[in-house]
């Protein structure tokens, strides 16, 4: 049964820092690129940030641009994502997606290029 865990969610301050982890059972991560994608209230999901399967080729939002941080580990089977400086804004739920692009060097940024998804974890950025 192929199943994307996250965790690692939680309050945090303005300016703190989170680590969040996506967990894969019943797939090899190695295969796929991974996104991470977040949804506040009201708002359309929105990518964040996505890595290739080879090469750890990386992709992120301008709005979290130098402060997250993707990466992959392939032992553990779990891709993370380092929030840092966080803002109010970034405030959301937090799901990683996965899919097994025909290309080593690619990941995808929109939503709809996923077949495979977590249930979420909550951030809530707030003072």
């Known amino acids: 049964q192929l199943q994307l865990v996250e965790s690692g969610g939680g309050l945090v301050q303005p300016g703190g820092s989170l680590r969040l982890s996506c967990a894969a059972s019943?797939?090899?991560?190695?295969?796929?690129?991974i996104g991470w994608f977040r949804q506040a209230p009201g708002k359309e999901r929105e990518g964040v940030s996505c890595i290739s399967r080879r090469d750890n080729r990386q992709w992120y939002a301008d709005s979290v641009k130098g402060r997250f941080t993707i990466s992959r580990d392939n032992v553990r089977n779990t891709v993370y994502l380092q929030l840092n400086s966080l803002k109010p804004e970034d405030a959301a739920v937090y799901y990683c997606?996965?899919?097994?692009?025909?290309?080593?060097?690619?990941?995808?940024?929109?939503?709809?290029?996923?077949?495979?998804w977590g249930q979420g974890t909550q951030v809530t950025v707030s003072s």
């Open positions: 997606a996965a899919v097994r692009p025909s290309l080593d060097y690619v990941c995808y940024s929109i939503s709809e290029r996923y077949d495979y």
């Open positions: 019943g797939l090899t991560l190695d295969y796929y690129a």
